[in-house]
């Protein structure tokens, strides 16, 4: 009897990969649980403000109002949290893309922790925002042959260009619009793009 050939072995972190199944199906409901609570905390927040305005706000302005902070504040908070547990489905696939992501759920809850009138609210916002491009741009270049790794690259790109974009084009003074550029580029990536995503199989 002759010896069968073994199958040609996918490629780590394939589309294909992902379509059989992955592991930690608590963990993948927390990435999306806590992505859904942080936007529908800044969404509701936008929808409560008589003040907020896309061209002059900044989406952190929602956090010490007192109409729209808890919110906002409580969306980012429980979210963060709750994001955090995304982590060790993240980590099957790369230790340092859940490295990076972990750090970023952490800055998201620093964000609602500390409004804008606290002097630890800068270094909090600007981590998230430089932590979720770094996130994508790390994950997209590890599987830069694959759809999904490279709509990541994508995103990081586009998350990082909205801010100059936005001020050349003189809209307004405000920095709600890239803000949430970043912000839905981040939940795309984990409900969609990242390695253990749970819709990632539809695509």
């Known amino acids: ?9 996918k490629p780590v972190g394939s589309d294909a990969d992902a379509r059989a199944g992955p592991a930690h199906p608590l963990a993948r409901l927390a990435g999306a649980v806590g992505t859904a609570l942080a936007l529908g905390g800044v969404f509701l ?13 900044a989406l952190s302005d929602l956090g010490v109002d007192p109409r729209t902070a808890l919110a906002f504040n409580g969306g980012l908070l429980l979210g963060g949290g709750l994001a955090l547990g995304y982590v060790p489905a993240l980590r099957e696939d790369s230790r340092a893309v859940a490295a990076t992501y972990g750090l970023c759920a952490a800055a998201m809850a620093g964000v609602g922790a500390f409004p804008s009138d606290d002097p630890l609210h800068y270094p909090a916002a600007v981590a998230f925002f430089v932590l979720l491009a770094a996130t994508l741009a790390l994950d997209g ?22 801010w100059p974009l936005w001020f050349a084009a003189g809209l307004g003074p405000g920095i709600a619009v890239p803000e949430l550029v970043g912000a839905l580029s981040l939940a795309a990536w984990v409900l969609a793009l990242a390695p253990p995503a749970p819709l990632r199989s539809r695509f």
């Open 141 to 162: 270049a590890r599987r830069r042959g694959t759809t999904t790794g490279r709509v990541s690259l994508l995103l990081a790109t586009a998350s990082v260009a909205a």
């Open 1 to 9: 009897m002759t010896e069968q050939p073994d199958s040609e072995p």
């Open 45 to 57: 927040a936008v929808a409560l403000s008589p003040t907020f305005s896309w061209a002059a706000s």
